[in-house]
């Protein structure tokens, strides 16, 4: 069983950064990609960024590319969603989630087993 915990959301200015962190315990070596996802009370689950751990491609959204970057730290199954010039259109609950995907769906979050808890973020303008 796969558990993630996400941390580093809050609330900033526009303009402003946050680097979110998702930590996994148990086992995930047949997972092989690391998506963060963001949903608004009135929006659809988005995908907004991934990693796909084959050859380490990065994916973005179109909002995002520029401003957001994945990393990782393998050592420790973290993961880490660097978010530059947030805007206000960035608010959201932000979620990391971890599944088995296919190059060209790494941003689809029906290839996503495990989700964690999610972490608010909050830009003001």
């Known amino acids: 069983q796969v558990q993630l915990v996400e941390s580093g959301g809050g609330s900033v200015q526009a303009g402003g950064s946050l680097r979110l962190s998702c930590v996994a315990s148990?086992?995930?070596?047949?997972?092989?990609?690391v998506g963060w996802f963001r949903q608004t009370p009135t929006t659809l689950r988005e995908g907004v960024a991934a990693?796909?751990?084959?050859?380490?491609?990065?994916s973005y959204i179109d909002s995002v590319k520029g401003r957001f970057t994945v990393s990782q730290d393998t050592a420790k199954k973290t993961w880490f969603l660097q978010m530059n010039d947030l805007k206000s259109g960035d608010t959201a609950t932000y979620y990391c989630?971890?599944?088995?995907?296919?190059?060209?769906?790494?941003?689809?979050?029906?290839?996503?087993?495990?989700w964690g808890q999610g972490t608010q973020v909050t830009v003001s303008s």
């Open positions: 990693f796909w751990t084959v050859d380490g491609t990065s």
């Open positions: 148990g086992v995930t070596h047949s997972r092989n990609c």
């Open positions: 989630a971890v599944g088995t995907c296919l190059k060209r769906t790494l941003l689809q979050s029906t290839e996503y087993n495990y």
